[in-house]
């Protein structure tokens, strides 16, 4: 698949919260994701599909209620594409809020082999 192709069943996939299904389909094994550093108990780097399903659980886990989500179209270059996406979250023991991020990633052999986020921290 190209960037192209790859970021438009990512976005398709992202729309219906399809996570596991985007990460069984669209990442390479041994794909690599990156979070900014933040008072967030999310790992900083982590590697391979397992780890990254873990760190979604573990973000999911500290989600108390989500109220709503959204995101921008995607914008794609030969190896990379990026979107912003937002939510309406409220974490467990903080006040409700917005959160907002971007989102490259990063396509190689028809395969996400990289993700970086953006953001503030939920404070």
Known sequence: MTTQEVANRYYE?????????????????????IEP??????PLVVTGIEALRQKEGLFFSQVEA?????MSEIVVSSFFFSMMTGMDVTMRGKQRKNK??????????????????FYDDFA
């Open 100 to 117: 907002e991020q971007i989102c490259v990633f990063e396509v190689r052999n028809g395969k996400i082999v990289k993700e970086q986020f």
């Open 37 to 42: 550093e933040n008072d967030t108990n999310l």
């Open 13 to 33: 996939l992202i729309q219906m919260h399809q996570y596991e299904q985007i990460q069984n389909e669209l990442y390479a094994p041994d794909a690599v994701s």
């Open 66 to 70: 989500m109220h709503g989500s959204y």
